[in-house]
């Protein structure tokens, strides 16, 4: 077998499961998508595409990676561009193909199913990535059809074989028949019905009425879904930020970097591959979104009452990003943090955060965060007077910087999501002392993650006062933040992506009074 089909690739064979067509050098031939006659691409042979371009290339992988090993685009698309070694231009079409196909995976599976003669579950993994990156740039993106259709198959041409590539060019040539708006009409003649947006703002169904109910519940108008769900789909813009007293973002913004509006000391950033800005590989300035800077900043904020404020925890803190803020800061007022963290690659990963912050000024305890009150409560520990619970959630907040999400996300999963962070909420409260100011803050809007835990926790801790966290989150912000207040937990705060363009970040802040 020659070097080129050794090279063990997932998928590499047939467009169908179990049905590959090899010549006597082991490379799969073109025989047509089920037995009829063979496709001829329109393209002479000898102007097309022999191997993939990098930049489809890196992004190919990203999604393989996805659908195969349950990965995180955002984690591994860096190191395919890294490992490409593409300039600013490239890195930004691979970012843009790759979290643009991801995103829009529910509306190119529609047309797809249309254009493919069969279940798209019976097509190889990597052949149906491959046709969704095909989509995207054919409805998504500004690339010619031709340049589209070419690229796309010599990809897979290269990655996965020959005759997964007539398919690929046969089933793209059908998808580019129509422009988006004549598929969407096609697909999804009934704009406001939530089928239909589904599709045309490809969300999973359950999460359309998850979004409609979270706006309703936090007094905002239902007719705000469409905002909502589109900018779920907007190519995020990177927010920077530098550690207070130990980042410099005059470097960055020499670099292109912006001003950011929201939060003080942040930058947006629109030019690719943020790792290589100055600051950014060193952890001084560090990639985070505007919403999570300005809750970090708005427990710090509070007076703390009766308490002291040296001591302060961070319940949930992998992978660090809230952690490193807040350690920074309280860094800057003699205080100490603590950084808990269940899982130990996680952990891992909050002490890697945190090393640009002085070590005097934070400590990581890997265990459960649903001990901690218990320690506190039988004088293992000191009590704590500040505490985060950034608690683990539905994630529906963070639908753009994560695209894959939306697709790996269940109904199921609301009820144990709930129940960890009422179990999370009563050791935060157990752990706080008297005076003490707790965050309650999750990356999601929906009503049981939200608004329903505040009153519930209220409720079970008559001991807690709910402050006002829209003016704590004023206080601290450089831009406008109205249209955060709720009116299903009046003084909690809801931060939205079409409204503050952060992500959709929910925070409840209580001060403990006496027991």
Not at 26 to 34: A, D, F
Not at 335 to 357: C, I, K, M
Not at 398 to 422: A, K, M, V
Request: glycine share 12%; charged share 25%; with cysteine.
């Amino acid at each position: 077998m020659s070097e080129r089909n050794n090279r063990g690739r997932p998928g590499r064979g047939g467009g169908e499961r179990g049905d590959e067509r090899r010549d006597d050098r082991g490379r799969t031939r073109n025989r047509g998508t089920s037995g009829g006659p063979r496709k001829y691409s329109a393209t002479a042979p000898s102007q097309r595409r022999r191997s993939a371009d990098p930049s489809r290339l890196a992004a190919f992988e990203t999604l393989t990676a996805v659908s195969r090993d349950d990965a995180y685009a955002n984690l591994v698309l860096p190191s395919r561009i890294a490992a490409h070694r593409l300039d600013r231009r490239d890195a930004g079409f691979a970012t843009e193909l790759a979290y643009g196909a991801l995103r829009g995976q529910g509306f190119y599976d529609a047309v797809l199913a249309t254009c493919v003669d069969r279940s798209l579950d019976q097509l190889d993994r990597p052949v149906l990535d491959a046709l969704r990156l095909g989509a995207h740039q054919l409805l998504g993106m500004r690339v010619p059809a031709h340049a589209a259709l070419d690229a796309t198959v010599a990809l897979v041409r290269d990655q996965v074989g020959a005759g997964p590539s007539g398919l690929v060019n046969a089933v793209l040539r059908k998808v580019s028949a129509q422009d988006r708006e004549a598929w969407l009409e096609q697909l999804a003649p009934a704009p406001g019905d939530d089928d239909a947006l589904a599709i045309r703002h490809s969300h999973p169904r359950w999460i359309v009425r998850a979004l409609r109910q979270s706006l309703a519940n936090h007094g905002r108008p239902t007719n705000e879904l469409d905002a909502l769900l589109e900018a779920d789909n907007a190519a995020p813009v990177v927010n920077l930020v530098a550690l207070p007293g130990l980042g410099d973002l005059t470097p960055v913004l020499e670099a292109g970097a912006e001003p950011g509006a929201l939060a003080p000391e942040s930058a947006l950033y629109r030019g690719g591959d943020a790792g290589r800005l100055p600051g950014v590989r060193e952890g001084t300035v560090r990639v985070q979104d505007v919403g999570s800077q300005l809750t970090a900043r708005a427990l710090a904020g509070v007076e703390p009452g009766e308490a002291t404020g040296e001591r302060w925890l961070d319940l949930c803190a992998g992978p660090g990003g809230k952690a490193a803020l807040l350690a920074a800061l309280a860094h800057q007022r003699g205080a100490t943090l603590l950084a808990n963290e269940v899982a130990g690659h996680r952990a891992t990963l909050v002490e890697q955060a945190l090393a640009a912050v002085p070590r005097t000024a934070w400590s990581v305890r890997c265990g459960d965060g649903r001990d901690v009150g218990g320690e506190v409560r039988s004088g293992q520990r000191q009590p704590f007077d500040r505490v985060l619970v950034d608690a683990p959630c539905t994630g529906l907040g963070s639908l753009r910087r994560r695209p894959e999400s939306r697709w790996r996300r269940q109904p199921s999963d609301l009820g144990p999501l709930t129940e960890l962070q009422r179990q999370l909420l009563d050791s935060a409260v157990t752990a706080l002392a008297p005076g003490g100011v707790l965050g309650y803050v999750t990356c999601s809007p929906h009503p049981a993650e939200t608004v329903f835990q505040v009153q519930d926790v209220l409720k079970r801790h008559p001991e807690l006062e709910l402050l006002d966290t829209v003016g704590a989150l004023d206080a601290v912000a450089t831009g406008d933040v109205s249209g955060a207040g709720t009116a299903g937990a009046p003084g909690t705060a809801q931060l939205w992506p079409h409204l503050h363009s952060t992500d959709a970040m929910f925070m409840a802040l209580f001060r403990k009074g006496a027991s």
